[in-house]
């Protein structure tokens, strides 16, 4: 099967300017500029955790996600995307029309972000899907944007909406890539990272590395419609806001800037998906909700754990 996957890969996948040698030899060659760093991520998604197939998800969406999420983590560091390599661990049983819808979920992401799907395996197995992505990517003449360089007093800025994710946007993930290019070419950016396991859970990694940390303003957290409906599904055991907090892939971007850089960003508006500004970084270690009535109440770390 392996051979036949190959063979309609190479048909399917044109020569990418990105990849001096791609699928087929023992290894891929990968043309690089000489000044940045090479930013290398890697996602392990697994049926049953991740997706699941006997409820319905379809291949090509999951496909799109696989490789959504690790460009959304380029995207986090600021670089460009050049290269994903794609590993399955297929079920024994329609393995090769599986690889094919996968593959198929990807390439118009590829597209999109000029990513070359330079490489990878496939094994058949008497387990479920198991897919493995790499994503590699090069740093531009800016650098690039780490979660430890937040400072004490600067403004959290963020895009988008968050919460509802299992709505639907959990497999269209639309990684921020141009968004974190635009922002680090225009602005300086102390920290950034993309919100995978929930606005809390990830603000807490950002402050920690950071060595702050942090109060969010219940009020300006932009809360997406879905979060709204899933609220309204759980007979109120959580709110709009709780499911905004903490029910990640949201693959949002959560930055931190100086306050100055923060009121220029927030007046440019320079992306298509609006910035909102949500809190501050604070010297002390802890995490801090301000509710609109003003009290000030603990931040839970609370998202999606991985087991
Ligand atoms: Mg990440």
Do not use: Y
């Not at 198929?104 to 990878?120: H, K, S």
């Not at 780490?146 to 963020?158: K, S």
């Not at 940390?213 to 419609?225: F, K, M, N, T, Y």
């Amino acid at each position: 099967m392996e051979l036949e996957f190959i063979r309609w890969l190479n048909n399917r996948i044109a020569a990418h300017p990105g990849a001096r040698l791609g699928i087929g030899d023992d290894a891929a060659l990968l043309e690089w500029a000489d000044r940045g760093d090479c930013v290398v991520t890697s996602d392990l998604l697994m049926d049953g955790a991740h997706f699941r197939l006997e409820a319905g998800d379809p291949p090509k969406r999951i496909g799109h996600k696989a490789l959504a999420v690790n460009l959304s983590d380029l995207a986090a560091m600021a670089s460009r995307p050049v290269a994903a390599f794609v590993s399955l661990a297929l079920p024994r049983n329609g393995g090769l029309p599986l690889a094919q819808d996968l593959v198929e979920g990807m390439l118009p992401l590829a597209e999109q972000f000029q990513v070359a799907i330079a490489g990878g395996d496939t094994n058949i197995w008497g387990g479920p899907l198991v897919i493995s992505v790499t994503a590699v990517g090069m740093a531009t003449e800016h650098g690039v944007l780490r979660r430890d360089g937040g400072r004490p007093g600067d403004w959290l800025l963020v895009t988008g909406a968050l919460g509802g994710s299992l709505l639907g946007r959990h497999l269209d993930v639309e990684p921020r890539v141009a968004e974190a290019l635009v922002l680090n070419d225009q602005f300086e950016i102390h920290a950034c990272l993309d919100i995978s396991d929930g606005l809390a859970l990830d603000l807490s990694r950002l402050a920690s590395a950071s060595g702050c940390g942090a109060i969010l303003e219940a009020a300006a957290i932009p809360v997406s419609d879905a979060a709204r409906q899933l609220a309204q599904r759980g007979d109120g055991r959580s709110s709009p806001l709780d499911h905004a907090l903490s029910d990640g892939e949201d693959f949002e971007l959560l930055f931190s800037v100086a306050p100055d850089v923060g009121q220029k960003i927030l007046a440019a508006q320079p992306l298509a998906v609006p910035i909102r500004h949500i809190g501050e970084l604070t010297d002390e270690p802890q995490l801090w909700l301000r509710r609109e009535d003003a009290t000030l109440e603990p931040l839970a770390a609370r998202g999606f754990e991985h087991q």
